[in-house]
């Protein structure tokens, strides 16, 4: 009996609970770090910006270059405000490339090792940015504005109207965007409709194979299909030193030398988001939404619906958004050269 006894086999261990699960406590601690990281970037009083705008300042005739670089990005959406520009032009130009570049590179390294970490961590850079523009959006969790008395009502007290101020959040800022959350209240709605369509996929998508059962972050097509999503948008951004140097406008050296760039830049998005190669947009969705379904993921549905319904809408408006852009700087560096002389003139 004794040594039946003994040779029991032990008891199973105690299921682990959802908060004990270390992958979804890597989720929020690494979320949370880059929601609060991105809201420093974006930040102009931060540091980072601050010491841009400061620098700017103390060189007029490079805030001269960017004022006239920045005026027809941002015209698309409606801004031509100088103090504005500046506003939006420092975060969008200095904020956006190092945080993505960081991003990538942490995705083509997760896909160089094979590291499912490494690519929860690229993830976490979109999805943390993400929470915290919908944050921003929906809610005053980071940074709400103070609405004058006659938004909070006839009483002078505002903790009577506190529990509302999340709901008003949206529409306070924008009906009201002078006194809304930056960036937010400087966009017109084609603007938010833009940005918050491309954050369905980090964060639904994303989101979802972060904390996928089977670990999708192990699949060497989903590292490289992150790192090459996030990729898309990067060579056009190797232009923003050249904005420092001259009104690009004017042809010049350095002019065509942006508008080349901008084509690169545009031929590699086109590509990436709306081409048919291995390592283009909708082959590589297609396939691994057919995998998770042939896995029998649970979450196969959060992805199915942003990568191949939600997200390929994103990829045609940035590109149609983005194209113009370029085709201006372009005829703008060939304004000077000499046209051919007309049969007429010849005679």
């Known amino acids: ?59 007029p005739k490079q805030e001269e270059a960017m004022l006239a670089n920045a005026r027809p990005q ?10 504005v520009l500046v506003k939006l032009w420092l975060p969008a130009s200095a904020s956006v490339p190092l945080h993505h570049g960081a991003a990538v590179s942490t995705a083509f390294m997760s896909y160089y090792y094979g590291s499912a970490t490494l690519l929860r961590v690229a993830l976490s850079f979109e999805i943390g940015e ?4 919908y944050a921003q959006v929906c809610g005053p969790i980071l940074g709400h504005p103070q609405p004058p008395p006659h938004a909070l009502g006839r009483s002078s007290s505002p903790h009577l109207c506190a529990p509302c101020l999340p709901r008003l959040q949206m529409a306070w800022t ?36 972060f904390l996928s059962p089977i670990n999708v972050c192990a699949w060497p097509e989903l590292q490289l299909f992150v790192a090459m999503v ?18 690009l406008a004017r042809p010049s050296v350095v002019g065509c030398a942006a508008a080349a760039i901008d084509v690169v830049g545009l031929l590699v998005m086109s590509w990436v988001r709306l081409g048919w190669g291995q390592t ?67 005679r």
């Not at 032990?10 to 990281?37: E, K």
């Not at 015209?75 to 405000?81: D, L, P, Q, S």
């Not at 993400?130 to 523009?133: A, C, G, R, T």
Request: overall charge positive; some cysteine.
């Open 174 to 209: 924008w009906l009201k965007p002078a006194q809304g959350i930056s960036p937010w209240q400087y966009l017109d709605g084609k603007a938010w409709g833009f940005i918050l369509l491309h954050h369905t996929l980090g964060f639904v998508a994303g989101s979802a194979a």
């Open 230 to 247: 996030l990729f898309a948008g990067m060579p056009s951004y190797l232009k923003v030193p050249l904005q420092l140097c001259d009104d």
């Open 1 to 59: 009996m004794g040594a039946a006894h003994s040779a029991a086999p032990p008891p199973p261990p105690p299921p682990i609970g959802m908060l004990d699960d270390p992958v979804l406590q890597l989720f929020v601690v690494c979320v949370t770090l880059q929601a609060i990281v991105w809201r420093w970037l974006y930040d102009a009083d931060a540091l980072f910006l601050r010491s841009l705008n400061a620098w700017l300042r103390r060189h």
């Open 280 to 346: 283009c947009y909708f082959t590589m969705a297609r396939e691994l939404v057919g995998r998770c379904r042939g896995h029998g993921d649970c979450s196969a549905t959060f992805y199915a619906v942003p990568l191949l319904y939600v997200f390929p809408l994103f990829n045609v408006m940035s590109v149609l958004i983005h194209g113009p852009y370029v085709y201006a700087r372009v005829r703008e560096q060939l304004a000077t050269l000499p046209r051919p002389a007309t049969a007429e003139k010849q």
């Open 74 to 83: 941002w015209t698309v959406f409606g801004i031509t405000e100088p103090a």
């Open 130 to 133: 993400n929470v915290l523009h």
